[in-house]
């Protein structure tokens, strides 16, 4: 069986929809190796995160030929079914940008992933629009819209007015750097590297003002070990200069506060671990449920802001809370008390066994056979 699996900002672009795109085509390569994966794309360029992609045997990677003027039309409309067609793709898979208009009526079999239901991140209010009106055309006619959670699968039925039958829930996959082990010398020479202190709270992402992050630096405030240093991992923006490290000063905890611009990918697990939690402060964005279920997987203790999203990834290996004073209590309660951080961290490894990259592409390989089945009963 071959699977064509289309979407420009899989490989493009460096945000979600590419995260998810890459640790997706991951797990099916991996544990399916004999099918082919068929990435299309009308912009014939590469990168870093594309280049990766090429180690697997499995995975294509097809651009609109040199004499074809208008690509974003070729990757819209009939041009990209004509080539899926050619190239002996079974199911085609859309992240996001919709599916392209020609499948529509053609019988294909078509899957259709949401990773944002609403498309909050998509910038400005017109690109909402025009993203939720691609959305919408294409669940008429998806054989499968798949969501990454029971909530956002709620949005799709509701918004989108979508058959239940015909909406599951493929949670993500963890990033699989998150079990590599570390040798224990590691940590050392991390933490002189990166200039870490002995004691600290890792957070991860960009600082900006939708991060939550005054919160944040309030809950390490409140904790009662005093000696506990936060570290903020991302790079800096006006936010951070005008916002964090103002309020820093004003806390009074400016001498436990660092920021470092960036970890090297390789090393991202070991300083995950060294940390004594890491906090994710928004849990609305699918980006805040990947730190979770990666942070949860290498092993370190997860404290983040209660939602239904949250505790649908998180399960009971998670501290989570409404305020920070309420944070920094649970966190302090559990930072002195050994057996209550095993606990929590044995449930987060029990828990994130449901992410592992085996469970999502056995899941999706078994869409993509039911779709296929469903066109073979229809079109016989």
Known sequence: MVVGYGGRKIIMENNDTSYYGRILIKALATNYPDNYYILYSPENKQNKRLTALFNEDSVRVKFPRNHIHDKI???????????????????????????????????????????DPLYKCAGSWLE????????????????????????????????????????????????????????????????????LPENFILYKGRLNAEDNLKEAMQLVHELRDRKISIVMLGYRTDHFDHVIKEQAHDLHIFHRFKQVDKVHYADLTAVARMAKAVIIPNTDRMRDLYKLINAQRTGALVICKDSAKAREFGGDGVIYYDNFREGA???????EDESKRLELLRNGQINSERFTGKVVADHMIHIYRSVLTHRRLFTE
């Open 128 to 195: 909402r629009m025009l993203m939720q009106r691609r959305a919408r055309k294409a669940c008429k006619f998806a054989k499968r819209v798949i969501a990454l959670n029971e909530v956002d699968r709620q949005i799709i039925i509701d918004h989108y007015h979508v058959n239940p039958d015909n909406v599951e829930v493929v949670y993500p996959c963890f990033f699989d750097g998150c079990d590599e082990s570390v040798p224990e010398n590691m940590y050392d020479i991390l933490r002189s590297k990166y200039h």
């Open 73 to 115: 039309r070729w990757y819209k409309r009939n041009g990209i079914v004509r080539s899926a067609k050619a190239h002996g793709v079974n199911t085609f898979h859309g992240i996001d940008d919709g599916l392209a208009s020609g499948f529509n009526g053609s019988n294909f079999p078509t899957v259709f992933t949401m990773t």
């Open 329 to 335: 209590d649970r966190l302090s309660d559990v930072l």
